[in-house]
Every structure is written in C-alpha cells, then in structure tokens.
C-alpha cells in the first residue's frame, strides 16, 4: 500500500475529521494547540528514514482521523510520543490539555519500551519482556480501547516505514505484528487494519513468497476485475428491476498474504482460487441485503454449502456480512458479498467504527468531557475473558505461547443449542468448547453432539458446528483429556481439578517404604499385590534401577494409610517376601 504524502498540515488533519463530522471551534483550537506542541517537541529529532519525526505522529493522528475517533484520541495521537521521546513532561501535558488526554498519552507509553526499542541479552529476557507488554496490553484493553487505538494507529505507520529498520529489527518487528497486533486488530473487528498489517509482514518474513505471488497474481488480478467489469452491469439491472438501488457495487482484492495461505492448501494454483477479487454490494437496509442475495441466485446458482450468513450469526468480532458462491457468467465460480453500509464501516474499522464518540461531534460534549471507551462484557466478552485469563499464568514463556493460541491464532465459530456463538481457536474440540461455557460444564463432561451426531471428546470442531456438551453430575476431568484438549485455559482448569483430586485422595496418613530387592522377575508384582490385599492405596511406585555392578535395586512407595499399626503389619508382610533383603519406611 502506497504511503501518504507526507505534507503533515493541520489542514490535511482537519480534512481528514471533516470527512466524517462537523468540527467546533473549541475543538479545532484543542487540535491546534496539540499539534503545534508536538511538532515543536519532535522539532529536533529524525527517523531512521531521514525524515522528521513529527510525520510520525502526524500519521498516528492521521489514521485516527480516517477511523473517525473522537477529538481527544486524535490529540493524543499527536502528542503520544512527547513524554516518552522528547523533554515534554506528563505533568506538563495534564496542565495543558487536560486529564483524559494525558491519561491516553501514559497509557501508550506504558504500551512503549517494546523489545525493538530496548535490548535484551537473553531468550528468557526477550520472553519475559514480551509477556510484560501483553499484560499491559490486556490491561490497557480493558481499561480505554482508545489507548489501544493510538497504538495500533502507530504500529501500522512504523510498519508501513519499516524498510528504514537494519534487517534483523524489520524481521523482528514484523514477527511480533504478525502474531500480535495483526490478529488484535482482526479481534476487535478492524478487518481492513488486520489484513493490511499481514500484508505489510508477508513482504519482511517472506520476500521471496512475496516476489514470486507480485508478479503472478497481477495478471490474474487484472483478468478477474475485467471480468466483474462485465458482471456488474447485470447484478445492477437485476436489482434495479427489484426496486433495490445499491449504495454501492465494487470490488474486493483478496490480500496477498491470506491469498499465498490458500495457494498453499491448492499447489499454487491461481485457477482454483475463487475469491481472488469478489464482488462487493452494498445496500441500505438488511431486508434489501437478503432481497438482493435471493436476485444473485436468480441470476446464478450458488455453490452448495458456500453460503454464509454472517447476519444472522455474526462472528463474535462484530462481523456481519452475507457471502455467497456462483456459477457466474460464463459459469465462472464467483464470490458475492452483500451488506449494509453500516456493516461495511464496521467490517472496515471494526469497533473504533461502532464506538466512535458521539460525544465529541457537538462542542457541548466536548467541553464537558467525554468517558472512557471501556470493554463492556456485554460487547466484547473475549476481552473479560482475557482479563481474567491472564491471572493464572505466573511463568512468562507459558503465559505468550498461551496467549498467542488462546486468542490470537486462526479462529472456528461454533454454535451452543441456544444459537450462542462461541469463538475458540482452530483445532479445538468440544472439551475447549465445554470449558469456553463455564468451568462446572467443562469438569462435568461426558461426551458431545456435533449437530445431533455423537462424536468423540477429541472430535475437532469445524465453523458453523452446533455443538450440544452432554454431562454426569459428580463427573470429574480425565488426565487424558490433556492430550486433546487445545485451549490453554481448558488445560489449566483440568490440571488444577487433578490436583485437588489428588490432594483429596492424598489426605491423612502417609507411609513411605524404601525395599532394597534382589533383581528378580516379579518382585514388584509380589511387593503390589501384598499392599494391594492390604486394601492400602499406593500413591506413587519408583524402581531404581542399580548404577554400579553389584548393587542391588530400591523400589520406592508411597502411600496412603490409616494408622502406625497397620504400617508395621504391612512392613513385616514384605519382609518375608522372598528376595527381599532390607526395609525402611516411615510416617509422613
């Protein structure tokens, strides 16, 4: 994607908000002011690329503008690098712009210090310094999604000028987007933002995949926008006979990045890729929406099963959008997408898009101050969840590749028998999905219906499944559920459940006998059954095995038991074993 011109103007600025809403002379003054203070405080400094710094956090505000975000963030936006960067002092800012501003502007750099930022010598350092910034980011999630916006916002500029950074920290920076602020995007709704910053990855960590698809998708590229050239014209005259005027017909280039992902799974074959572009409708109203997907039908008869109804079900993103299959002129198979134009801001900027401050577009608002965007459960749950996740992790490596698969890796979405989507990461099964509902269902599993089919707990759950968890009161987790099970959090829950049955059996007494033996077939079998008859529940059995030539075997045993008297009645049993040669033992 081609950068901005880089005329940092307030005027450019201005234009950008005005694209979207009215703005008042007090906050016209506001932005003034904060952009005359950051250019003054960037004033000295460049960038890797030469250029001033202040076109950075121009940018930063820039892309806050185009996301329609409120006038604060925005002023934030340009000053979120003053107190990290330059002398500038938070005090400072809180007197000059206020509060929420310097609230926004600590949040992002508590955010900062990021490893291409500061150098760490060790694997564990880096680990521990990237499990210390996902926290942050937890927290600032749940606490203003707007300090997450200026930083994404930031990302996405640093990205799009990467190709200033020394090779090993382009690799690195990529890496860390592409597993962590491309897929946060995508989790808040910001689809557009999402594939853009996988794009702009692809070209670091693969520049040889990104040569060869540059050069080979053009053609095909330029073919299929010539061809729905000629599609449109009869999809438009199709509705018009319906009285349905859309807001607009367009196309939609698949991205580079998710396009190399599919060729993967097809040999490199371009023919076999269907929504290289796809046509995009956009109507008024979500009854027009499935007028117009009956009058594509009509016109062309879909792909049986390509229908996807993300209105009815939207993704737990926010995601909602009608997508159909078609043999289309010609009988070439096209994708058709058809949505609103409120669900397309939305699929575009996700919830900076839905949470876009009223607040700030009347000057009465804005004086008076606007409250915090904060993750409410009832609009985004993954983020409570997250929240409270993130507590049971005290070891930072388990902690990232916890997170990294938890909530930020390829998503399924399946169905609870009330219509509920559940999100759960690819490869899950219904034991992730019982736990995903509540920890109680999740321990008291016995077995599922995927879409009224029996399957096995191990059983990977595929989008759209409607999964039924069937459960036994009194029923407890199975250490063999830790083989299957993909979540972490479902793990954790399972790992600390056989704990407290463990604990629970482990309760009272203990014996620990040490048994030096001959090393002969059968004395273990002998020495288990003896303790077996005694009904004595062993907790845990070690053979050792001699070192040394002439050394005789120990066989190790601890467990439960009710009383001394019945210990030495065991240990006067084993002892006339034969082969047994010395014993030890002791109450614990």
């Not at 990021?114 to 350092?125: F, G």
């Not at 029923?475 to 407290?500: G, V």
Request: aromatic content about 8%.
């Amino acid at each position: 994607m081609p950068l901005k011109p880089p005329t940092s103007s307030f005027e450019a600025l201005t234009q950008a908000i005005t694209q979207h809403r009215a703005l008042s002379a007090e906050e016209t003054d506001f932005l003034r002011r904060a952009f005359q203070t950051a250019q003054k405080e960037h004033a000295p400094q460049k960038r890797n690329s030469g250029e001033p710094y202040f076109n950075h956090v121009f940018q930063t505000a820039l892309t806050l503008a185009e996301w329609d975000m409120d006038t604060t963030t925005i002023a934030a936006g340009l000053l979120h690098d003053t107190v990290e960067d330059t002398p500038y002092k938070l005090e400072t800012l809180k007197k000059e712009f206020g509060e929420e501003v310097s609230f926004l502007v600590n949040g992002v750099t508590k955010l900062g210090h990021l490893k291409y930022r500061t150098s760490v010598k060790t694997e564990k350092d880096r680990v521990n310094q990237q499990a210390e910034n996902l926290r942050k980011m937890i927290l600032a999630i749940s606490e203003d999604l707007r300090v997450v916006f200026i930083k994404l916002a930031d990302r996405l500029h640093n990205m799009r000028t990467l190709g200033a950074m020394p090779p090993l920290k382009q690799k690195r920076i990529a890496l860390e987007t592409l597993e962590i602020y491309a897929p946060l995007a995508y989790r808040l709704g910001m689809q557009n933002l999402s594939g853009e910053l996988e794009d702009l990855t692809f070209l670091y960590l693969h520049p040889e995949e990104h040569e060869w698809m540059t050069k080979n998708v053009e053609e095909k590229y330029s073919e299929r926008v010539a061809y729905l050239e000629r599609v449109e014209p009869v999809l438009r005259a199709a509705l018009a006979n319906a009285h349905i005027k859309p807001i607009a017909i367009n196309y939609r280039a698949k991205r580079i990045s998710s396009l190399y992902k599919k060729l993967l799974r097809s040999d490199m074959n371009l023919d076999q890729i269907y929504d290289l572009v796809a046509l995009r409708v956009i109507v008024s109203t979500v009854e027009e929406c499935y007028a117009a997907l009956g009058i594509v039908h009509q016109l062309w008869p879909p792909l049986p099963g390509k229908i996807k109804d993300y209105i009815a079900l939207p993704k737990p993103n926010g995601y909602k959008s009608l997508h159909t299959t078609v043999f289309c002129e010609d009988k070439k198979i096209t994708e058709i997408q058809i949505r609103t134009l409120q669900m397309h801001d939305a699929a575009e900027h996700g919830i900076a898009a839905h949470w876009a401050y009223s607040q700030a577009k009347t000057t009465k608002k804005f004086i008076e101050g606007n409250k915090n965007i904060s993750a409410k459960q009832d609009e985004l749950n993954w983020v409570n969840q997250l929240r409270e996740w993130q507590k049971d992790f005290t070891d930072p490596e388990e902690f990232v590749n916890s997170l990294k698969i938890d909530f930020f890796k390829h998503r399924v979405f399946a169905i609870t028998p009330k219509g509920e989507v559940i999100d759960l990461p690819a490869g899950s099964t219904p034991i992730d999905f019982a736990y995903q509902i509540h920890s109680e269902i999740g321990d008291r599993c016995v077995g599922a219906k995927i879409n009224n089919k029996i399957v096995p707990l191990d059983y990977q759950i595929q989008s759209g499944d409607l999964v039924d968890i069937l459960v036994q009161k009194n029923k407890k987790p199975s250490e063999s559920w830790l083989k299957f099970a993909k979540t972490s959090s479902a793990k954790q829950r399972i790992r600390r459940m056989i704990r407290q049955e463990t604990s629970i059996l482990r309760k009272g007494p203990q014996l620990e006998l040490k048994i030096t033996v001959d090393d002969r077939v059968g004395m273990l079998k002998d020495i288990s059954s003896v303790i077996s008859r005694a009904r004595i529940n062993i907790i845990n059995l070690t053979h050792i095995h001699p070192s040394q030539r002439g050394s005789l075997p120990i066989i190790k045993i601890l467990c439960d038991i009710d009383n001394s008297g019945k210990a030495e009645k065991l240990v006067l049993k084993i002892k006339s074993l034969k082969g047994v040669r010395e014993i030890h033992y002791q109450m614990v």
